[in-house]
């Protein structure tokens, strides 16, 4: 097919400030690719890169989908694709060869962290003054780098759905890898956001006697949602106290294993300590880089407790979110309540930032148009 020229692209421009750009489509060499993105997710990481200031220009988006247009050689033998190949994009772009990568954690690795080194490569965050800029999922074209991490996405898996492979894949790490989820076990996630119900499904795919979801009364749609995922119990932290509640459901048993994806706070720290029994799991994904006075590691101590702190996904958990997606056995298509095209980033963002009307869990950028339209 005759390759294009140009794409159009969402640029962020600054804070809480988009625009829709023509940018050049590079050409493709012997070691990197080109995508036809499909569908882009956006991320509760987006709203917190959408609300910074001294950020670079940059296309957004990280949760990739899309058709391979044009692949050099080296690229197709390394990764196993070929032109026309449907694939998601993982946001890592990992060096390879560090203790990280050579061990199958290369979501660790430094060569891929821009909290580490803010020149790093990573789908979604890097300049558009790097390479050929086009570094999202927020545009109707992606340049594959040759570091990038690819997965093949199943037949008849909407691309929709396809662009939630990332969060699912984050509940499946933490709740079911990191936090071991099982049979007979009783598993509490506080936070219903993309994360939350990724890990309340993966709880209850992982066949957990009891998958408790904790939200607040604004939350009401995504604990309706939760339910239709697995979960058995639903609490609003609004109207009861939390660890009394679980503690009847289960009891006085209390936990298992307590998955905390919330914003990251010591309230919500301290009360999954509460909530977990005596050697029981607490899995945290607080993202706060700022300290969080008053935890109660006493606490820790007393319970005989497993801590673990958590980040991104494993190839694996992607390789089993879509695995789950191909199964159609469950309502993941609950969670994808926006869609939009290229002119609706801004509102897409914020709508998964909580500020419109609209409940929003997951939204997506369609790139050529909401019905499949060039943009």
Known sequence: MKLPVSTVAAVTTGRRTTELRTLPVPQVGEDDALLRVEAAGVCGSDVVAYNADGLPERVMGHENVGTIVAVGAGAARRWGVAEGDRVAVEEYLPCGHCRFCRTSEFRLCLGSDPSHDPTALRYGTTSLATGSGLWGGFSQYLSLHERSVLHRVPDGVPSELAAMALPIANGYEWAYREGRAGPGKTVVVIGPGQQGLGCVLASHV??????????????????????????????????????????????????????????????????????????????????????????????????????????????????????????????????????????????????????????????????????????
């Open 206 to 375: 992982a066949g957990a006697a009891s998958v408790i979801a904790v939200g607040l009364n604004k939350d009401a749609h995504r604990l309706d949602v939760a339910r239709r995922l697995g979960a058995t119990h639903t609490i609003s932290a609004d109207d009861v106290d939390v660890v009394e509640e679980v503690s009847r459901i289960t009891g006085g048993e209390l936990a298992d294993v307590v998955v905390d994806t919330a914003a990251g706070s010591s309230g919500t720290v301290n009360q999954a300590i509460a909530l977990a029994r005596k050697r029981g799991t607490v899995v945290t994904a607080v993202s706060s880089r700022e300290p969080l006075d008053g935890v109660r590691f006493g606490q820790i101590s007393r319970k005989y407790l497993t801590v673990r702190g958590v980040r991104g996904h494993s190839y694996q958990a992607v390789e089993s979110a879509l695995e789950l997606m191909a199964a159609k056995r469950y309502a993941i298509g609950a969670m994808s309540s926006m869609t939009v095209g290229l002119d609706g980033v801004h509102d897409a963002i914020l709508g998964t930032a909580g500020e419109l009307a609209k409940p929003v869990i997951h939204a997506t950028v369609l790139p050529w148009g909401d019905r499949g339209d060039e943009f």
